[in-house]
């Protein structure tokens, strides 16, 4: 039976002093670290304190980094940066480090001679013999000579000196569209590190990208899993390690930062293990399968006595009625068909995000049908997502170890329930359920016929780490990230999606970054609300009906409908039904998106109607600063 | 007698509703605006109301934009286009507006072939002509086909209707690197709109630069002024315009933003007007030319009560010695050798920027001397910026129409006070001066020869509108902006200069962005903090006497110095020197920077001693990690 893989991360990633960082590194479980040279430079730690600490900490230092322009066409220079290097092996004797990352130059004196920097490199690795030192070589990719992972590579196998290997960094090599397939040429133990790291994809110069942007695999838009299956087969039973330059790590919360880290590595080892490689590398990190979830079924929503009168005025004109009352604490239970939302008054159970005022409504849980919740619940737990085991108190069997409902926690605010087959009956249980009155049941058809998605407002600070958990513990698939501009700001927004097989339900979650924003503004005006999209069949209808509960469609400006015209050129009574009440469109290749929204409710929820007819897989943000403009002008009368 | 250029702006450069934003640009001073589509699509104005509304505010509807996309291969999407800008002409019939603006296609299915384009543009020629319009064709910069201002003239030219002209968008031709020349060869009459935008550099996909970087002219990198005079030569009598797709300005205080807007036009106009361009075109805005300064010679500190004593202890340990106290408020007057610190704990006076903790200590004034501050008072009116004419009690000729004083406010907090010749003399008849103790007098030479630099912490909100006035009121020059990371986040900092001829002094003033940060850290770990650099001959001598009056040097980490001594290979008894007085260095190619740094005072202020050597004109960036991190671990202990 092999080791497990080996998980190590650069200091750089991380928030705060090099004490606080080693603290974080050891507490997530990581096995050791790579020094970033700055990290260690402004460290009141001498060499021989870092090792110690450590050692105490019992992780290993893997690496010392950077090393910068090694290698140069002027020969002076080339004298100066061995000695340089020799002052740094030194060191590294001290902090008991055995491997140098040195990188490849990106300044114009960069030797372009690859006989050079064969000769160049040769000297290094013999000098790193003579101190019993390994030097890992890797290419930038903006190396003004060498900035591919082949042509790294190809140096190292001139020199063929056991002192001298080459540094992968996923990075560098997919930032550039190279194909890492290649890497499979390469002997494992030639390889004498690996460096992950993913990205979005940003149009910008890959420099700027590298330094600001990068995040923990399963957090950007590169294909790791496939990157790291190549690394896997040739062998290499080094550290996988991230090396992450990114301006919100850097002022996020070190611990929580390095929990994330880990589960990234966790989830990557998942996924490469999930595509059977051959057996006889290090054993790799698995986690107990999903199984098939039911579709978003219940929401739990906050707010505090001031505002849960207008939340519950919503919901009756939107189509929910009242069906019961918490026996112990103030929670009102509202349903509509399939769909059920609590509303909770409780003291001391009103969340907010962090830096929005209080008492505003907040999207507590939202609570989704499942087969098996414990599978879910054990699957949390390996991937280190904290997850609560709930037994409601009406249970039918109260002793039982299969729990009714497991709680991940998404967001300071919002938690996903996973409900077992019977939670519904064993929750309601606790609640006084009312007669429904005769003629409400007979004027209220249901229209809505389930949830289409769920939109959170997310921190900037918390954005990775919940598009992480989403990724790693439901596998659901990001969409591309739009940035949508109102009349006052812009909102990063992603959309996920987890497509299920069969004729499983389509689960779809948004996050909404709440930025910095004019101070004093509504909440409204900031952009980052949360809502709840309802689907159904037929809008129109739909629309009508919450007309007879007393809705009031929002307004609409005109001049969008004589744009829709221009651009559309919809039939005018089609355009006349939609302008009357107040719905958008849009349309793609595959199909159409009609919406309605209400205004928002006590400042910063609000709910939207949906119907998708095709294949369209938007969600309309082409209207999203008409909505916004109507919202606001809604709030202010 | 010419006509004055005519100020105009699109509505997108502004926050707000379309309603805010029109009072905004009649209450900036601007004559007209571009009405930017989706602001109107968003509005509940009708286009009457709009039309009506513009009149009342005494604005002029200078510009439909932008239509997208008209040309293209494919024919039938071709007729659809005519029809869709029909829709447009005749809503700009009821807005009253005779100009719209065509961009050239970015779409794959662009037409890329020069007769077609101009066949289809005569089309559209022609259709506007018969709605008695105008139609202004703009080479976006990222065109599929047409992306350069000469062929977007090109096409004009050969459809040669007196209904088609072109449109001149500063941003797209000098974001390409175009040379603007070029522009001199057409007809001013064929120029049927300017778009004027600045920008900052930036490595990035100029789409994206252009969707969320621009800013207004005298805020970015790019030769606003060349640009211009190309334009004017031609002839070209229409308005110029801003066209602002800016993040922060999206989300910033309207008013002050279109104030800023107006006031960048009128400097454009004068450094237009400075090159002495040929007669006969509109008429230049011009103010009254700068007139010499004498250095920073003075700085008012709020400090609250209770910080006030650390402040004051700072400032004796570091060789100011009290004189006075101020007859009526809580101010204390230090002095060392030329310099003057006011140290102010008045009730009401101590201002914070927005966002910091109260009670911190803050630069509220920077005193500049000068020979004539009445005319930098006149200079400063006239480019709308608040300028206040101070008489001192004491002065000399107390009903003179020589102020003592003129004050500009730079931010909330501070304020830029130039101080005539006899203004220090004025100002401490107020004060109660205290005799000097004789030891005192003797131990303390003066080692500070001036400032050398004041740093200020802006907010993001703040940082266009600040740098603006620097470089308009004062016609400072910037460097090249940095990026400066720490141990918990990324700063950006930008320095500005005024090299004045002769044997004046050189003027620095740094601004620090304030971000958004971890939660609850101490102010020192935001990166966003004020200091003040005093310039010295000889930084050991004046750090020996520090040492004399009680200072106690920032401890900084050893490694530091051994790192310092692998890249620069020091001699060894400088670098003794350095690491027992705390003294960081840097060096160019023009010679050396020694620097060493207090701790912060009070949370928030903190005061640097710098050594120039040569023709060095940096700052010592490369330490401020290390710096910060010294100063962080000085605040823990």
Redesign the interface.
């Known amino acids: 039976m092999s080791a497990p893989v080996r998980t190590s991360i650069a200091t750089v990633s991380l928030?705060?002093?090099l004490e606080e960082k080693l603290d974080a590194i050891a507490a997530a479980g990581f096995d050791g670290f790579e020094v970033f040279?700055?990290?260690?430079?402004?460290?009141?730690?001498?060499?021989k304190e870092l090792r110690t600490r450590a050692a105490d900490l019992g992780l290993t230092l893997d690496l010392y980094q950077p090393f910068r322009d090694f290698d140069t066409v002027d020969e002076a220079q080339f004298a100066?940066n061995l000695?340089?290097v020799q002052?740094?092996f030194e060191?590294m004797d001290q902090l008991g480090c055995e491997t140098l990352l040195v990188c490849s130059s990106p300044l114009p004196t960069a030797s372009h001679d690859d006989g050079q920097l064969t000769e160049q490199f040769g000297a290094l690795a013999e000098l790193a013999s003579e101190h019993r030192k390994k030097v890992a070589y890797e290419a930038l990719a903006w190396g003004a000579h060498v900035n591919t992972y082949g042509h790294a590579w190809q140096i190292v196998e001139g020199v063929d000196h056991p002192s001298l290997g080459t540094c992968l960094d996923s990075f560098h090599i997919l930032s550039r569209g190279d194909d890492p397939a290649g890497i499979r040429e390469i002997p494992g133990e030639k390889i004498f590190f690996l460096q992950l790291a993913d990205a979005p994809f940003?149009?910008?110069?890959i420099?700027?990208w590298s330094r600001?942007h990068r995040n923990f695999p399963g957090q950007g838009s590169f294909d790791l899993s496939a990157f790291a299956q190549h690394v896997y087969a040739t062998g290499y039973d080094g550290p996988w390690s991230l090396e992450i330059f990114n301006?919100v790590f850097?002022?996020?919360?070190t611990q929580r930062t390095a929990i994330d880290a880990h589960r990234s590595l966790l989830h990557l080892e998942e996924q490469v293990a999930a595509a059977n490689p051959a057996a006889g590398g290090p054993t790799l990190f698995t986690a107990p399968e999903r199984t098939p979830l039911e579709g978003i079924v219940s929401l739990r929503i906050a707010a505090g006595p001031a505002k849960q009168d207008q939340v519950h005025s919503m919901l009756s004109r939107v189509g929910f009625h009242l069906v019961g009352r918490h026996h112990d604490h103030d929670l009102q239970l509202w349903r509509h068909g399939p769909l059920t939302v609590a509303v909770d008054a409780t003291a001391g159970t009103v969340w907010t995000a962090?830096g929005l005022p209080a008492d505003l409504p907040v999207l507590t849980q939202i609570g989704i049908r499942a087969t098996e919740p414990e599978v879910w619940g054990e699957r949390a737990l390996a991937l280190e997502v904290p997850a609560t085991r709930v037994q409601l108190p009406g249970s039918s069997d109260e002793n039982s170890e299969v729990p009714d409902v497991v709680r991940l926690k998404v967001t300071d605010a919002t938690s996903i329930d996973l409900r077992g087959p019977g939670s519904a009956a064993a929750w309601e249980s606790a609640f006084e359920i009312y007669p429904l009155p005769a003629e409400r049941n007979r004027e209220q058809g249901a229209v809505f016929t389930g949830i289409d998605h769920v939109a959170l407002a997310v921190p900037?600070?918390s954005w990775d780490g919940i598009m992480l958990l989403l990724r790693s513990v439901f596998e659901m698939q990001p969409h591309e990230g739009q940035d949508v501009?109102d009349?006052?700001?812009?909102m990063r927004s992603q959309a996920l999606t987890l497509v299920q097989d069969g004729d499983g339900h389509t689960l779809r979650i948004s996050l909404n970054m709440v930025e910095?924003?004019?101070?004093g503004l509504p909440t409204v005006r900031r952009g980052g609300v949360s809502h709840v999209a309802f689907a159904c069949e037929n809008i129109f209808g739909a629309a009508a009906s919450m007309q007879d509960w007393g809705f009031a469609p929002l307004?609409i400006?005109?001049?969008?409908y004589?744009?829709l015209?221009?651009?559309f050129?919809l039939n005018s009574e089609l355009l006349d039904r939609m302008r009357s009440a107040g719905i958008l469109y849009d349309a793609d290749a595959r199909g159409e998106f009609f919406h309605l929204f209400t205004p928002t409710v006590g400042g910063d929820l609000f709910f939207e109607v949906v119907q998708r007819v095709g294949g369209y897989e938007g969600y309309g943000e082409v209207n999203s600063?008409?909505r916004?403009?109507?919202q606001?002008?809604a709030n202010q009368t």
Do not use: C, I
């Open positions: 928030s705060g002093t040279e700055p990290d260690f430079v402004a460290s009141p730690w001498s060499p100066r000695v340089r002052r740094k060191l940003l149009a910008m110069d420099l700027q600001h301006d850097r002022r996020a919360d962090p900037a600070e501009t009349s006052v700001g812009l910095g924003s004019r101070s307004p400006s005109p001049n969008y004589d744009d015209d221009a651009r050129g600063a008409v916004l403009s109507a606001l002008r």
